[in-house]
């Protein structure tokens, strides 16, 4: 472990991190409202666009290194990152770049996720950075990434995978993790038919937000393990995370706190029911710094 | 934001007292682009046209003109005439509603031009007809549905 003091320590992790959003799906569930443009740049809660959401929680999380990767329907997504998140001083070695799919490696665009990421593996090394973290850029939360960051340091792990609990009969919609004791992954199933609870939590299931921190010189030699292989779908979460915690080193789970089916994945269906909720908002908020490792 | 009806109700949600995600956490700002817009602004007080918004998020430039808006959300520079009645409904950038419309539980997509006296979210086979409606029964309405009707 690198420094003393926790503040100290968990800024250094954040400066040796570099962001990687993936922001070029379809997302065509969300129908007309995706007509002519990425998900991501869907307006939300009056003045916001949604990627404003994992962006916001970068910066004030202390990373400041980021790269959005688009692909479908980018224009309004791009406008707006013009707008809203061009003012970074790249004198201080901050930024928020946009890598869009341009044919880097071979005459195809963004495979899938983990394909749209080996397509800028050049990129990412002229960086140097010594942790990547994978966001999605269609989830509404706040999160403090810097935790995550500690957590994945101290563990000496490969990989973490953020998660939050889901009742398991709402599981069949997520990539479920099952754990051991000491938070390590056993098992992860994308949308499982049959999901497994929390061992000793009867009727709730760890959900991957699709958050991950790779250790960049172990992503980059899985990105070109998983390019290698015909049948993959190029997908972190359907290839990549499954296979990388068998045989290797830990792959532990950060369980981000959150009430039963809160969290990233938040904004999942949860019935029509009005509700006005009381008392502190949204636990799965964490605030930068506030917490002692 | 899986669907339509999630992102219908994360929007709406923003309107409850204290929502799960909190907008105004000084601590953990949500940063964006906004344009230059005029405060929203709330128009005539007669007997029978009351320009208010109750239990709603409200953006700049937007103009309630003797309507009613309640549990809502209005993104910027939304236009409700008068004797129109917004309910429980996300209101898109630059949409303009007539007079005498009710809209109840739907979502009107940006630049939509909502014509005088139109109802939505009343009659459902008569919205399926004409707009989308999804599985929890969410109106979303779109420019393009709007001028498939005249």
């Known amino acids: 472990m690198k420094a003393t003091k926790p503040g100290r320590y968990v800024s250094s992790l954040t400066r040796e991190t570099v962001a990687l959003i993936l922001a070029g799906g379809r997302g065509s569930r969300l129908k007309a409202l995706t007509l002519s443009r990425a998900k991501p740049a869907t307006p939300f809660g009056g003045k916001y666009r949604i990627i404003d959401f994992p962006l916001s929680n970068c910066v004030n999380s202390g990373i400041r290194r980021i790269a959005v990767l688009t692909q479908y329907k980018a224009h309004d997504l791009i406008v707006h990152l013009q707008r809203a998140w061009g003012y970074f001083r790249g004198e201080f070695g901050e930024f928020v770049e946009i890598l869009p799919a341009q044919q880097q490696i071979d005459a195809s665009w963004y495979k899938g996720t983990a394909d749209a990421v080996f397509q800028n593996l050049e990129y990412l090394r002229r960086q140097e950075p010594e942790f990547v973290l994978i966001l999605a850029g269609d989830h509404i939360y706040k999160m403090d990434y810097g935790l995550m960051l500690a957590q994945h340091a101290e563990s000496g792990a490969e990989i973490t995978v953020g998660t939050v609990e889901v009742p398991v009969e709402r599981a069949q919609e997520f990539g479920i993790v099952t754990i051991d004791e000491s938070n390590r992954i056993s098992r992860f199933i994308e949308k499982p038919l049959h999901p497994e609870p929390i061992p000793g939590r009867e009727g709730i299931a760890l959900a991957s937000m699709g958050i991950y921190v790779f250790n960049a010189a172990f992503l980059e030699r899985v990105l070109l393990e998983d390019a290698a292989l015909e049948d993959s779908a190029h997908d972190f979460g359907r290839n990549i995370v499954p296979g990388v915690h068998r045989g290797r080193r830990a792959c532990p789970c950060l369980r981000v706190p959150g009430r039963g089916n809160q969290g990233p994945a938040l904004l999942a269906r949860r019935g029509k029911r009005r509700r006005v909720l009381r008392g502190e908002p949204g636990t799965y908020v964490r605030r930068a710094g506030a917490q002692p490792l | 934001v899986g669907?339509?009806?999630?992102?219908?109700?994360?929007?709406?949600?923003?309107?409850?007292?204290?929502?799960?995600?909190?907008?105004?956490?000084?601590?953990?700002?949500?940063?964006?682009?906004?344009?230059?817009?005029?405060?929203?602004?709330?128009?005539?007080?007669?007997?029978?046209?009351?320009?208010?918004?109750?239990?709603?998020?409200?953006?700049?430039?937007?103009?309630?003109?003797?309507?009613?808006?309640?549990?809502?959300?209005?993104?910027?520079?939304?236009?409700?005439?008068?004797?129109?009645?917004?309910?429980?409904?996300?209101?898109?950038?630059?949409?303009?509603?007539?007079?005498?419309?009710?809209?109840?539980?739907?979502?009107i997509d940006e630049d939509t031009e909502v014509p005088d006296g139109l109802v939505v979210g009343e009659d459902p086979a008569e919205d399926r007809r004409r707009f989308f409606v999804t599985k929890q029964g969410v109106v979303l309405v779109t420019r393009g549905m709007i001028e498939a009707l005249s």
Not at chain 2, 8 to 18: G, K
Not at chain 2, 29 to 35: E, G, K, S, V
């Open chain 2, 3 to 107: 669907n339509v009806d999630a992102f219908y109700e994360a929007n709406l949600e923003l309107t409850y007292v204290a929502p799960e995600l909190n907008l105004y956490d000084q601590e953990w700002p949500i940063w964006t682009y906004q344009a230059q817009l005029p405060p929203a602004k709330f128009v005539l007080d007669d007997d029978d046209r009351h320009g208010r918004a109750l239990n709603s998020m409200v953006s700049g430039g937007c103009i309630v003109s003797g309507a009613l808006v309640r549990e809502s959300v209005l993104f910027s520079n939304v236009r409700v005439g008068e004797r129109s009645l917004v309910e429980r409904s996300i209101i898109m950038p630059n949409v303009e509603i007539g007079r005498s419309c009710r809209i109840t539980g739907a979502i």
